[in-house]
């Protein structure tokens, strides 16, 4: 009873005729709902459909029910007026025992229109701010206006009905009236006579309320094509946020892939649009304009529905397979005969500009280009997958300048022909991939990548393909950094402050500027166009090693906080001056790419302190021996910064040391040993020794009757 609740306190400020149309009094009258609400409300009326003919004795059994309890409430009831009134409503709803799936529809379809009211009830207390939606609860209030439009549009199909039997209603007067004029005529009756009078008021009464309904009925087409404007529009909006959300991803931002809302959206959106043409012929007179509106929304509609669900890769190595999914939302309607074969071709940042003049495949030859359109009943979704296909060669465009092969944007364009159940012409619908860079070799791979983040992270929405900024401020560019990294690393540990600053005097190669960088402007060469002062790679080359080692190697030191990361040598010192001797920091290599050493406080001979950094780690080392096992073996390394006991902090991290050989070998151990330094501060930091370089085997002694296994030591030695 918990909608009729509310549903009676709306009432109150309903029009008479609102009322009178949601409970029919020759129908279902308001008396009915009000009487058996909490019956009502418990029975699954949304199952009836008038062409499921064998629902018919359900119907009839609430049917019958329904004239019980009338009858049964009227005679306990002490109230007079109440009584006469259930039991005349009772007789009345005998008509229906005919017709039982009609009582039951109707029903239903009353309880939907309450449904819908007490939604836009909800809505205007609180007035929907009409933005960009940016969320799937957003997307739901939108699916409410939907709902409201659906309630207009019946509304508009019982004005046609009402109109239909005043019509009948009115040619059965004149009717009448002509056959009394007949008589009149003939034998000279005073045509002014009562009965002759009252039929021609009737008449037009009749004629009257025809015309002003037709009015109505026009006006309501007009508000509702306005009302499908207008949630199209919100819809069209959303699919492109969402695509919009799907090419963040790729720098690591939130983005939830979930299409049935808007699956459902835009099949509410089809259906409504149908409906509507279909009570614009029905007025039997053209609405020119109307109709040109509805057919340029079904255009709209049918086009934008085609959505790239899978992305291809945005690094593509030619002669390499991938896999892309291309869904349709409007699956459910396609016309069935005809399969539906979409086909993929590769097309240039000129041709993405200008898609509806796209030529055949002259940029690029793709293999197994093509997909049937295929519908998957459990999910309810229809898609064409592209499992195999493949690049086999490119036909890249005269670069300018310096720019560089792995610096041109491509893109995938999907194209196929489409007819919908309703429609009588099909349409060409296309949707194009987001930007991809082609590829040849596997050491373009990092550059190409760098194009497809500044691409990702700096185009606006609704951009000319495929135009980005040469510039960005720092702070656009530190939260694209920390975005990526954290997704690759899969943490939810963020770059900290001390990390950003040291990011940004590396870019700009400002190690002494101590302010704040966040509105200079970072370009794409320093990006990655420039190498680093004194280093042979780019920026990007030395961040994205740095993020691949992280992801590979120290994903759980990173986010429990044990490396401290990006860090200048200016700030090491100044943190690390004051600690005592043995107190060590992780941090990123600032030399080579994909690095992390270890920099230790340590005595200086005439008793005073320096700061010593240990050769980075790079991933061959990490392979051999895990980071905590090379914590362990230096004895140098007493204190995690600022004054954690390594062993309370790394202990998890050791391994234990193996068995001995079940073959009586003496067991071989990799150790990583550091070379002691006794030069000033200018000398050459400490590195370790052997094991190339880092690690030195331990050899036991061995027994007089025992030989050395050299087999087993080279083995692993080379592992």
Known sequence: MAQWKHMSQMIQCLPHDTINDLYPPNGFPIEVRHFLADWIEIQRWDDFLLEKVEQESQAQTLLDQTISMLQSIALQNDNVVDKMKLTKISGNMTKFQQQPLHFAVMV?????????LLSMSTQMQSPPQFQQPQNRESSFNNMQDVDYLVLKVLEVQEIRKSMHQLQEELNWERQNYEGLQGPIQQNGMDPTQSEVLKLQTHIQQLEYNVKAMATKRFQLLNE????????????ISRLKAWRWDQHKATI???????????QTWCEQLLGVNGKLRQELMLIGEPIPELKERLGTLLQVLIQSSLVVDKQPPQVIKTQSKFSTTVRYLLGEKVAPGKPVVL??????????????????DNVGELINNTAVLEHNTSSKSTCATFRNMSIKKIKRADRKGSESVTEEKFALLFSTEITITGCDTPYRIQMISLPVVVIVHGSQDNNALATIIWDCAFSEPDRVPFVVPERVPWKMM????????TDEVRTKHNLDQY??????QKIFDKPDFADDFSNILVSWAQFNKEVLPGRPFTFWQWFEGVMELTKKYLSTYWSEGLIFGFIGKQHLHLILKDRPNGTFLLRFSDSEIGGITIAYVSATENGGQKIQNIQPFTKRDLEIRCLGDRIRDINHITYLYPEFPKNDVFKRFYTEPQASSSRGYIPVSLLTKVGTDTNSDTSPAPTPLAESPHSAIDFSVCPDDMDLDIDTILETLHQ
């Open 252 to 262: 690591g931002q939130p983005f939830d892939d979930n299409l049935d809302l808007l």
């Open 499 to 504: 990390n950003q600053h040291f990011l940004a």
């Open 343 to 360: 086909k993929a071709q590769i097309i240039n940042e000129l041709q993405a500009r200008n898609q509806s003049n796209v030529p055949g």
């Open 108 to 116: 239903r379809d009353i309880l939907a229109k309450e449904r819908v």
């Open 224 to 235: 509702c094509v306005d009302c499908l404007d207008q949630c199209q529009t919100r819809l």
């Open 478 to 485: 530190y939260t694209t950094l920390n975005s990526k990294f």
